[in-house]
Every structure is written in structure tokens, then in C-alpha cells.
């Protein structure tokens, strides 16, 4: 038999044509761009030196579990390691001490990616699982934020302050109403252009969605999650700012504080961990929208898209067997 009329299937990601790993996850690295160049912008060199640590702690992690546990082909040349790495370090303060970023590099890649067998077989995004590994281990230094602004060349900066979430959080747990609040809130423009404190890749609107219309350009990925996590948090944000003006803020403040436009279009659209089927990929967003809108308003943290992606991961085999093709031939009336 001529081998190679077989038919080869292969792990997720599925890509057709010019497309390979390796050309997709440079294609995400370089939409990555305007966000890292807003990063150094406003919080200097400690942000390079927590993606440069993150980068490296994360091809290290792949390369030496491979290499001398599994004793299997190394793979990090794919750049999956890479985008890792990034990613993680996007979803960090910029003042973390360099020993914590490399315990969540390790965390992402040996718990969340290898132990399932490398990519494409896990479950759940690896940058987020070390992320929320970190800040269930390190509170403290996890929502330590640096302000911007004040001395680019400082590795670390002294001078610190909650994000906008966090202000709007604490000021109605003790009983202000959200107009009262604004003034100590970042303005809009702000907050579209990135001059506020929090994650290193989240703070510039700007920077993520010009990301993201490259992405879209090149057809790495579909419009189906971002747009569907985001229209879901404005509908759900804004009936309760509707509702309730005086204790909601309205829908604009929740997609542009945090990590939502992060989440959207890098985080949730992971090809390994995102339904397959343009009408799962909705349901996904749906999903994800609803609980950061959840976990925001109701629960504890004044964060939410980490978590509420994670959870999503997990429903993603369901999804996946809901919104399953009809196969070629097949009637739908028995399908």
C-alpha cells in the first residue's frame, strides 16, 4: 500500500493550507506587539524584565520536561512555549518578583500542558492556569500594582495603587454609590489608551484591539468568541447598570477595565481550549461573558475573565459533542 495516500490525523490545532503551529503562533506573537509596546510605554523596564524571565522559565520548562522526563522529540521550535510565556506574563504586574513568574511558567507549562501530553491535548489555557495559581499563592504581590508613568528605567517601582475594578470593588462594598466613585476612576480615554495600573498586556484597549484586527486579518482566528464574550458582558452589565445605576457601572467600564479585551481575544480564542464549530465558539463566549459579569459584581475578586475562561475550558468537550457537524451523508432527521 502507497503510504502516502493514508490518511494522517494529528492533534488540535487544526489549520488548513499555508498554516502551520509554528506560523500561527508567530502570527499571535506579533499581534501581541502593540500591546507589549504600550507595556514598556507605561510601566518601563520592569515589564520587559517579567516577560523576558516569563519567556524564558517557560521554553525551559517544555524543553527540560521533554528532554529528561518524557524523553520524547522537544518541541519548543513550534513557539507554543513562547506564546505561553507571553501571555503569563501578560496577565502579571509588572513589579512581581522574578522568582514568582518562573514558579507560574512552570506551573503553565509542566501542570496545565505537558502533564496532559503536550499541546494539544490540554484541557485548560496553560498562561491562565499559572496565573491563577499565582495569585491563589501570592495575593499580596499579585494585586500590587504599580502606577504608570512614574519612572520607565525602574525595574521595580515604589509607588502602587489598585486598579479601577478594584477602587470600584471596595468603594461599593462599603456602601458609596458608582457616581460618587468616578472621580477616582481613570477616564475613558484612559482607559482605551492604557494610562491606568493593572495586568502588563491589559491596560491598552488600543493596543488589544489593533491585536486584534490582525488576527482577524491573517484568519487566525474567527470573530465568533471575542465578539460574543464581549456583547454578552455589555448586555449583562448593562441591565444592571440599568437597573441599579447608583450600584452597577455601566457596560463601557467593564469591557475597557481588566482583562476582558485580553481574555477575548487571546485568551478564550486558544485554539486547543475553544470549541471547535462556529456555533460553539458563541456558546463559549456566552458562557465566558456571563460569569466574569458574575464573578465581577457578586463574588469576591474584582476580576473576573481568568476564572470565568477556566471554567469554560472545562465545558468545552460538551460544547464540542453538542454543536457536533451532522457527518457527511448522514440525515439530520437521525442525527
Known amino acids: 500500500m502507497d503510504k ?52 524564558a522559565a517557560a521554553v525551559f520548562a517544555e524543553y527540560a520536561i521533554q528532554k529528561f522526563i518524557l524523553k520524547g522529540p522537544v518541541t519548543i521550535t513550534d513557539g507554543s512555549a513562547i506564546v505561553t510565556g507571553v501571555l503569563l506574563a501578560f496577565n502579571l504586574p509588572s513589579n512581581l518578583p522574578w522568582e514568582m513568574v518562573i514558579i507560574g511558567s512552570f506551573v503553565a507549562i509542566g501542570v496545565a500542558k505537558m502533564s ?20 491563589i499563592s501570592f495575593p499580596a504581590a499579585m494585586t500590587n500594582w504599580p502606577k504608570p508613568l512614574v519612572n520607565r528605567l525602574a525595574v521595580t517601582d515604589a509607588l502602587t495603587g489598585a486598579t479601577p475594578l478594584a477602587i470600584l470593588k471596595e ?54 468568541i471575542p465578539v460574543s464574550m464581549v456583547g454578552t458582558i455589555s448586555v449583562f452589565a ?71 475562561i477556566l471554567i469554560m475550558n472545562a465545558f468545552v468537550p460538551l460544547i464540542n459533542k453538542f454543536c457536533k457537524p451532522v457527518r457527511f451523508g448522514e440525515s439530520t432527521a437521525h442525527g
Open 4 to 55: 502516502s495516500k493514508l490518511l494522517t490525523i494529528s492533534l488540535s490545532p487544526h489549520a488548513f493550507g499555508e498554516f502551520s503551529v509554528r506560523k500561527i503562533m508567530l502570527g499571535v506573537v506579533a499581534a501581541l506587539l502593540p500591546a507589549f509596546g504600550a507595556a514598556i510605554y507605561v510601566f518601563g523596564l520592569g515589564a520587559i524584565q517579567v516577560i523576558l524571565v516569563a519567556v
Open 116 to 135: 496532559f501530553g503536550g499541546l494539544g491535548n490540554n484541557p485548560f489555557n496553560p498562561a491562565l492556569v499559572g496565573r491563577v495559581f499565582l495569585l
Open 171 to 224: 468603594g461599593i462594598k462599603n456602601g458609596e454609590k458608582v457616581l460618587d466613585l468616578m472621580p477616582q476612576l481613570p477616564s475613558y480615554a484612559d482607559l482605551f489608551l492604557g494610562n491606568i495600573g493593572g495586568c502588563i498586556g491589559e491596560i491598552s484597549a488600543l493596543a488589544l484591539i489593533l491585536g486584534f484586527i490582525y488576527l482577524l486579518y491573517k484568519k487566525i482566528i474567527t470573530w465568533h
Open 238 to 308: 448593562g441591565i444592571l447598570w440599568m437597573v441599579n445605576p447608583a450600584r452597577y457601572a455601566d457596560p463601557l467600564f467593564h469591557i475597557l477595565s481588566g482583562g476582558v479585551l485580553l481574555g477575548a481575544i487571546f485568551m478564550a480564542t486558544d485554539l486547543v481550549t475553544s470549541p471547535m464549530t462556529p456555533k460553539g465558539m458563541i456558546i463559549f463566549g456566552v458562557g465566558i461573558g456571563i460569569l466574569t459579569v458574575v464573578i465581577r459584581v457578586f463574588g469576591v475578586y474584582p476580576e473576573g475573565v481568568s476564572f470565568a
